[in-house]
């Protein structure tokens, strides 16, 4: 797999600024901020580096959770929305709050981490298949609690 450098994605960061100062809850520009972070720094899970495309994963759902009433469940299906608020789509918002419970499971915070499991299964049932998906996910984290949070809600 080719290893991008950091100056390769000055382009993105550019971007991602242009469009979080049109737009400060821009879901796009909060999803490739998090994403470009958590590519740069994916050899240190552990370093503040990394830990920041934390913080862009967590003000886009606390965004979306403020945007849209009675979410995760009434919330926009389908593509992403191309009019306000933009940016937020049933497919980045599942994939993100997934993401977010890999990290708060890999910090030992697994309470948490079964909450966005969770919030992302009501987004995306099947969940992600990948090597480390949401099946392993779960069944690690009901191994760790004791119990299936998600059946509770």
């Given at each position: 797999?080719?290893q991008w450098?950091?100056?390769?994605?000055s382009g993105?960061?550019?971007?991602?600024?242009?469009?979080?100062?049109?737009?400060?809850?821009?879901?796009?520009?909060?999803?490739?901020?998090?994403?470009?972070?958590?590519?740069?720094?994916?050899?240190?899970?552990?370093?503040?580096?990394?830990?920041?495309?934390?913080?862009?994963?967590?003000?886009?759902?606390?965004?979306?959770?403020?945007?849209?009433?009675?979410?995760?469940?009434?919330?926009?299906?389908?593509?992403?929305?191309?009019?306000?608020?933009?940016?937020?789509?049933?497919?980045?918002?599942?994939?993100?709050l997934f993401?977010?419970?890999?990290?708060?499971?890999?910090?030992?915070?697994?309470?948490?981490?079964?909450?966005?499991?969770?919030?992302?299964?009501?987004?995306?049932?099947?969940?992600?298949?990948?090597?480390?998906?949401?099946?392993?996910?779960?069944?690690?984290?009901?191994?760790?609690?004791?119990?299936?949070?998600?059946?509770?809600?």
């Amino acid at each position: 797999m080719r290893q991008w450098r950091e100056e390769e994605f000055s382009g993105v960061r550019s971007l991602i600024t242009f469009l979080l100062e049109a737009d400060p809850e821009n879901g796009a520009a909060l999803y490739y901020a998090g994403e470009a972070k958590r590519y740069l720094n994916r050899e240190n899970r552990g370093g503040i580096d990394f830990k920041r495309s934390m913080d862009d994963f967590f003000n886009y759902a606390d965004t979306e959770k403020r945007l849209f009433r009675n979410w995760p469940h009434d919330r926009p299906k389908g593509e992403c929305a191309k009019e306000p608020p933009y940016g937020y789509c049933a497919e980045r918002t599942a994939y993100i709050l997934f993401l977010l419970a890999l990290d708060l499971e890999r910090e030992g915070d697994y309470g948490n981490a079964f909450a966005y499991l969770c919030d992302s299964l009501v987004v995306r049932p099947d969940g992600f298949v990948q090597f480390n998906g949401t099946r392993e996910l779960k069944a690690r984290l009901t191994r760790l609690v004791g119990e299936d949070q998600c059946k509770k809600n």
